[in-house]
């Protein structure tokens, strides 16, 4: 098994500009979470879904964060427009139904100038 | 809001001994989870607890809920240099579908074993 696939693996961009990260569960998973890390913040969950329908959108910042499912095989996170404190690390996770354990990708790092 | 919060921030021992951390959280919960971060990389699974358990083992890692005090903890037994890492507890809240259990993670404490 791949694993969680995310992409890109890093991303500098400069602020004002669209980003867009990427993510691919692993098959058969059907929960999907995007997650953000900071050193001053930690892990904070921004969305998750079940079944490709997101369940709770209350962490997502602003609505400058928007986040999609169109298929059970990928999620996207876009941020419009980026500003420098969006810098972080993006993890995407995936669990199968009736279990607990949360599947890591490697991450997103995004740098915003 | 964080639902759970690692005791310590950071634990620097030497190889061989042994490196217990503390997580506390706030509401009542389904089951507790540890994970592992090496540094630049993505959060692996240790071990999950549920919330009828009081003591599970895994290898050389030990954990322990406590549900009245809202607490668990991860022993992890003869430490080697290969365990330096981030270890996160995460939560999920009692109630609702379980299949659509959000996970809240603490701050993490830090362990650095040395050589």
């Known amino acids: 098994d791949a694993g969680v696939i995310q992409s890109p693996r890093h991303e500098v961009t400069e602020m004002g500009q669209e980003v867009t990260l990427r993510c691919k569960p692993i098959?058969?998973?059907?929960?999907l979470f995007w997650y953000r890390q900071t050193m001053m913040r930690g892990l904070e969950l921004l969305i998750y879904?079940?079944?490709?329908?997101?369940?709770?959108d209350s962490g997502m910042p602003e609505d400058r964060f928007s986040a999609k499912m169109p298929n059970a095989s990928f999620s996207t996170l876009k941020i419009q427009p980026s500003e420098p404190r969006d810098s972080a690390v993006y993890f995407c996770?995936?669990?199968?139904?009736?279990?607990?354990?949360?599947?890591f990708g490697e991450g997103s790092r995004l740098t915003v100038l | 809001s964080q639902q759970g919060e690692e005791d310590p921030q950071a634990l620097s021992i030497q190889e061989g001994e042994n490196a217990t951390m503390n997580c506390s959280y706030k509401?009542?919960?389904?089951?507790l989870q540890w994970y592992r971060q090496n540094s630049g990389r993505g959060l692996v699974h240790l071990i999950l607890?549920?919330?009828?358990?009081r003591e599970k083992h895994s290898g050389r890692l030990r954990v322990t809920l406590d549900t009245s005090k809202k607490s668990s903890s991860l022993l992890i037994t003869a430490s080697r240099a290969a365990d330096t890492a981030s270890y996160f507890c995460?939560?999920?809240?009692?109630?609702?579908?379980?299949?659509?259990?959000?996970?809240?993670f603490g701050q993490g404490t830090r362990l650095t074993i040395n050589p």
């Open positions: 996770a995936s669990k199968a139904s009736g279990t607990g354990e949360l599947f």
């Open positions: 098959s058969g998973h059907n929960s």
């Open positions: 879904f079940n079944n490709n329908v997101p369940i709770d």
């Open positions: 509401t009542s919960i389904n089951n």
């Open positions: 607890i549920r919330s009828n358990e």
């Open positions: 995460a939560t999920d809240k009692l109630g609702g579908l379980q299949g659509a259990q959000k996970l809240v």
